[in-house]
């Protein structure tokens, strides 16, 4: 690709995929900013105009909107932290020779394929249901009170349901990390006298300290924008308590018929997690380099 | 100190017997060197007396004391690993510094140790550098200076010259049997290069097939081989091999005599005949490579240039001095 005449082939060779793509995101983004600064309600139709900026002071003085940001922030940061302080002893486990470990593997892994909604539903009927759920029956076993989750727990609730489903990708990708670490290095420490927590601390978390940050990345991603769970489970309810930004966009454009709003507050959600991007690669971004 | 003995140490993973009995004195202060093909047992015979791998039977006795059941920070060697095994999130300073402080020690004791071994391998300026940061052969520094550091009764390197080039290769061998013998302490070195071997060593153990086959001086074994295999293995190029009535002639089932022990005669009609196959001028020596028909191949060395070619014909006469007789069985026959 070095001269003159292979560049210009590669470029025009691109276009149309790079002109897709750009058309693809370029086209959403630009009829969200229109929409934004109309009055376009759903239940008024035929009466939009233009109102500047107005829907974003109204988003942004929202008493939800400051509950729901706060609610986003708890529920990315808690499963964060739920799953890697989870998944690293689990990955460490794995990584042990045990009888029928790809089976165990196999287990493992299988909550990331089922469908959020899924999942959700199994949480909800099966497991957390005050009366007929898994967890109510073990507790009637102890003669205590079933927890009624939803009512009494709910940004717990969903928390735990969100975990389960994250887990298995954060243990998936520090155990092959793992599994990369140098036989050797762990041979070396051993010589040197480490113990198998000395070895730990100062061999296997500093080789972990990239996928963690991987993890960390990739699930914010995903995290910000939780919205199956909520809407199978409470609904964002009771009250405000599982409302994250997702879910009170989704609110606005769908329950309350106002898309300009919605849209408005889709836009702030861009900002948030460039945001939260801008502030994770500065924190724990430099792990990447190599 | 650092006297090391095995007595009757055996390995077996599963039904594979990697080493069958190994007994063996080390001096204090000697320098070992383990050599054999791939596959011979030697690394882990190694790391059987490391204590990385558990014995399946006999002993080893480190000053007196059998180590079996110790760990191996507790049996007071360090060891040099083929791949170097740094730590690569440490500086140079927290990788030779890492046995001290996970010792216990201070601060500052740790700071002048690393200083010192630092010093000894020209370290100074990469203290605190990243290994990734360092050529192939700092690397290898770092890995002996976490080894020194610790004042080990014994260093234990795993073929560590093995992923340096030629030139760089030559150098720290050099090194290393300098800071040996300024250190005076044991050392036990594996490799698969007999020239490493015959350079480094005070004593060699040559190891086949998890067998000791012999234990000795560089010299001794190139002199006296004890068997078919040694004489093979030690030696550059290879000791030729004759069976057949003229082993026969001389009580013997196969006799090997070394390329530098024939006689190149360009037109004698005595010794042994053959048509040049491939001559070598490397200058310094002229290797000839000898079809000498129902001999098979034979190698010959001639010090210095000698003006024979492909197709010319001569005649090889062995030393009679030099002529190592061996039986059925593989075994030396002394006279």
């Known amino acids: 690709m070095a001269t003159r005449q292979t560049q210009t082939l590669a470029r025009s060779l691109l276009t149309p995929a790079v002109g897709l793509l750009f058309i693809w995101m370029i086209v959403p983004l630009a009829l969200t900013i229109y929409f934004s600064t109309l009055h376009y309600s759903l239940l008024d139709p035929g009466s939009e105009s233009f109102i500047g900026l107005e829907n974003f002071r109204y988003f942004l003085t929202d008493p939800a909107f400051l509950a729901s940001l706060q609610n986003t922030l708890v529920l990315v940061g808690s499963v964060l932290a739920l799953t890697i302080l989870l998944g690293i002893p689990l990955a460490l486990l794995m990584d042990q020779p045990v009888i029928g470990r790809n089976f165990v593997r196999l287990m493992v892994i299988a909550p990331f394929f089922v469908m959020p909604t899924v999942s959700a539903l199994v949480w909800k009927n099966l497991l957390m249901h005050p009366v007929s759920g898994l967890f109510a029956w073990l507790a009637s076993l102890f003669h205590l009170t079933p927890i009624d989750w939803f009512n009494d727990l709910p940004l717990f609730a969903v928390i735990l349901i969100v975990t389960w489903q994250w887990l298995p990708f954060a243990t998936l990708i520090l155990l092959t990390a793992l599994q990369s670490l140098d036989e050797e290095q762990k041979e070396a420490a051993e010589m040197d006298g480490a113990s198998a927590v000395s070895t730990f601390i100062y061999i296997t978390l500093p080789h972990l300290a990239r996928p963690i940050t991987v993890v960390i990345l990739i699930e914010t991603i995903f995290l910000l924008t939780v919205f199956a769970e909520i809407y199978v489970t409470t609904g964002g309810g009771p009250g405000l308590s599982t409302t994250n930004i997702a879910f009170l966009i989704y609110s606005q454009a769908l329950i309350q018929f106002d898309v300009g709003s919605a849209s408005a507050g889709g836009l702030v959600a861009v900002v948030i997690a460039n945001v939260v991007a801008f502030f994770l690669v500065r924190i724990v971004g430099r792990n990447l380099e190599a | ?335």
Not at chain 2, 75 to 90: D, I, K, N, T
Not at chain 2, 97 to 113: C, H, Q, S, V
Request: net charge neutral; aromatic share 6%; hydrophobic share 40%.
């Open chain 2, 1 to 335: 100190m650092g006297q090391i003995t095995l007595q009757g140490v055996q390995k077996s993973f599963g039904p594979v017997h990697i080493i069958k009995g190994a007994d063996l004195e080390i001096a204090d202060g000697s320098f070992v060197v383990f050599v054999g093909p791939s596959g011979c047992g030697k690394t882990t015979l190694l790391r059987l007396i490391a204590g990385l791998e558990d014995v399946s039977g006999g002993k080893i006795v480190i000053d007196g004391k059998n180590v079996v059941d110790t760990p191996p920070a507790k049996r007071g060697l360090s060891m040099v690993f083929q791949s170097y095994a740094l730590y690569p999130h440490m500086s140079v300073r927290g990788n030779i510094g890492f046995g001290l402080k996970m010792a216990g020690l201070a601060r500052d004791e740790i700071n002048r140790k690393v200083e010192a071994a630092a010093a000894t391998l020209n370290l100074t300026p990469y203290l605190d550098r990243k290994p990734r940061e360092l050529s192939g052969g700092q690397r290898q520094r770092v890995a002996i200076g976490r080894a020194i550091v610790r004042e080990p009764k014994a260093f234990l390197f795993d073929e560590p010259l093995s992923n340096l080039d030629a030139a760089l290769r030559v150098q720290m061998r050099i090194e290393v049997t300098r800071l040996q013998k300024q250190l005076g302490t044991t050392a036990i070195y594996v490799t698969h290069d007999q020239v490493e071997a015959m350079t480094m060593a005070d004593k060699i153990v040559v190891l086949n097939g998890g067998k000791i086959e012999q234990y000795g001086s560089p010299l001794e074994l190139y002199e006296r081989p004890a068997n078919l295999f040694v004489a093979g293995f030690i030696g550059s190029p290879k000791m030729n091999f004759v069976t057949g009535e003229l082993a026969l002639q001389r009580g013997a089932a196969t006799i090997g005599v070394r390329p530098e022990h024939l006689k190149i005669d360009r037109d004698g009609t005595g010794g042994w005949q053959g048509t040049i196959a491939v001559a070598e001028h490397l200058g310094s020596d002229t290797f000839l490579y000898v079809d000498a028909g129902p001999l098979g191949m034979l190698t010959a060395r001639y010090i210095g240039e000698l003006s024979l070619h492909a197709g010319d014909h001569v005649s090889l006469v062995p030393d009679p001095a030099r002529i190592h007789r061996f039986d059925a069985s593989g075994n030396a026959l002394r006279n």
